[in-house]
């Protein structure tokens, strides 16, 4: 069965840079959800999209923005990366219309900032 | 959804044993899902239970709610090393969203 598909798996930026993280949700599933985890920490959520549009908002810097475009991929934008944002990035779908909330997860994007 | 909180914070056994983990939360809810990490990958959808049902099987998993205590357990049986990970436990309400995730129990399955 396909899964969530996250691209790139690594990546390592400079700081004040900015990055772009990719991710492909299952087919049909109608929303996607970013998760970051420090190291050592539980993932905490970051922001959300329902068919395209932001459903919910976490702790998310300014200085990231989120979209998802119209084949359903998502793509979390950051800029002016900061060492403290070096972390495991992940994405999640699901398709609510199921009426439950499982979240299915990618394998990651691990950001390193020096 | 409201954050579950799981006990004990780590479990260490032998290979071939169980391993029982423990979450408790505080409202009312909808369902209730288990995952797994190992370390340092991605969070693996294990299990869910919805609030109508007392348990619920998936190959040496066993989850049972218990919804007048507020209460889940995750039974892992006949343990192997592979097992060990980082266990949570992500409570479901009425509304859909974002899954808070707690601190989690830390499964060490010697072999």
């Known amino acids: 069965a396909a899964g969530v598909i996250q691209s790139p798996r690594h990546l390592i930026k400079e700081k004040r840079e900015t990055a772009t993280l990719k991710c492909y949700p299952i087919?049909?599933?109608?929303?996607v959800y970013w998760y970051q985890q420090g190291p050592g920490q539980d993932p905490q959520f970051l922001i959300s999209f329902y068919e395209k549009m932001q459903s919910d908002k976490g702790s998310i810097p300014d200085r990231f923005s989120a979209q998802q475009f119209s084949d359903y991929h998502s793509e979390l934008n950051m800029s002016s990366l900061e060492l403290g944002d070096s972390a495991l990035y992940f994405c999640?779908?699901?398709?609510?219309?199921?009426?439950?909330?499982?979240?299915?997860f990618g394998p990651g994007t691990r950001l390193t900032v020096l | 959804s409201q954050q579950g909180e799981e006990d004990p914070q780590a479990l260490s056994i032998q290979e071939g044993e169980n391993a029982t983990m423990n979450c408790s939360y505080k409202?009312?809810?909808?369902?209730l899902q288990w995952y797994r990490q190992n370390s340092g990958r991605g969070l693996v959808h294990l299990i869910l239970i919805r609030s109508n049902e007392r348990e619920k099987h998936s190959g040496r998993l066993r989850v049972t709610l218990d919804t007048s205590k507020k209460s889940s357990s995750l039974l892992i049986t006949a343990s192997r090393a592979a097992d060990t990970a980082s266990y949570f436990c992500?409570?479901?309400?009425?509304?859909?969203?974002?899954?808070?995730f707690g601190q989690g129990t830390i499964l060490t399955v010697h072999p």
């Open positions: 999640a779908s699901s398709l609510l219309r199921g009426g439950v909330n499982e979240q299915f």
């Open positions: 409202t009312s809810i909808n369902n």
């Open positions: 992500v409570v479901g309400g009425t509304s859909y969203g974002k899954l808070t």
């Open positions: 087919p049909r599933h109608d929303t």
